[in-house]
């Protein structure tokens, strides 16, 4: 093979997902996972999703920093055909309230997720009313959720198996990220919907409120630890369609 014919190839291979053609009417959710509890987690809500028609693109995310963590869900938004309805769970939803501000993003779902005003942080919000601390840093300076009390303080209502294997797989953060003020607020501009998880002891639930009063979301109760997405898969998904079916 020649010179050209090697570079033709590899131009086909390594083709941009923008010069494929998507129907005008494609219905795309992305999802930014939290900390702690990965993007694998929503596997459940995207196979809901994904047979009901809607196109799901779960972001992937190192947490390191909050910037970072906003110019990789805006890659994968810059890559969607059509509107967007973006959910954050967790400190996801510190991001989404940047990444979000994009015109294709006709609205915000926050599933047990910080939405910070601007000027606020997520470290303030998930401090807002004092608990035990559920998370701590290592020699590096990233946190990580305690593994022996993972199970109670973060997926209470999941058997003790799953919840194990989602500490050994946490993905941690930094207080880079933790304490990174908040210089945009999406929901101020976008329709949102919400999810409180009511048993919640990473955030707490009357923060989850108060955040989603101020942002005018449309809110559901669930009775679920912070692991909400995975013990109520049917709520959650049923959540982002109605936002879909809203705002698409």
């Known amino acids: 093979m020649n010179a050209f014919a090697s570079l033709m190839l590899a ?3 390594f083709a941009p997902a923008l010069a494929q053609a998507a129907p005008a009417d494609t219905k ?6 939290g900390t702690f509890i990965d993007g694998a987690s929503w596997r459940v809500v995207h ?12 972001v992937p995310l190192s947490h390191d920093t909050l910037e970072e963590d906003i110019a990789a869900t805006r890659r994968v938004l810059f890559n969607q055909f059509g509107k967007v309805v973006l959910v954050g769970s967790g400190m996801g939803g510190t991001v989404i309230g940047h990444a979000g501000e994009g015109a294709k993003v006709k609205a915000l779902v926050y599933v047990a997720a910080l939405a910070p005003q601007v000027g606020e942080n997520s470290g303030q919000l ?14 590096a300076g990233y946190y990580w959720a305690d593994r022996a009390r993972f199970h ?3 997926a209470a209502d999941l058997t003790p198996n799953r919840a194990a294997f989602l500490a050994a797989s946490q993905v941690p953060t930094t207080q880079a990220f933790v304490y990174a003020p908040a210089y945009a607020a999406a ?23 108060m955040m989603y009063k101020r942002a005018r ?7 679920s630890s912070h692991a909400v997405q995975l ?3 049917e709520k959650v998904a049923a959540l982002i369609e109605q936002a879909a079916v809203d705002t698409l």
């Open 126 to 139: 998930l401090g807002a009313i004092p608990a035990e601390p559920v998370a701590r840093p290592d020699w």
């Open 28 to 33: 795309n959710v992305v999802i930014v996972p």
């Open 187 to 209: 929901w101020r501009d976008k329709p949102s919907y919400a999810v409180v998880a009511t048993n919640d002891r990473f955030l707490h639930p009357d923060t989850q409120r």
């Open 47 to 58: 196979d809901i999703l994904r047979h009901k028609g809607f196109q799901v693109t779960v």
């Open 11 to 13: 131009a086909a291979v």
């Open 231 to 233: 013990s109520n898969p």
């Open 217 to 223: 979301a449309r809110t559901i109760e669930i009775a």
């Open 152 to 154: 109670q303080n973060f």
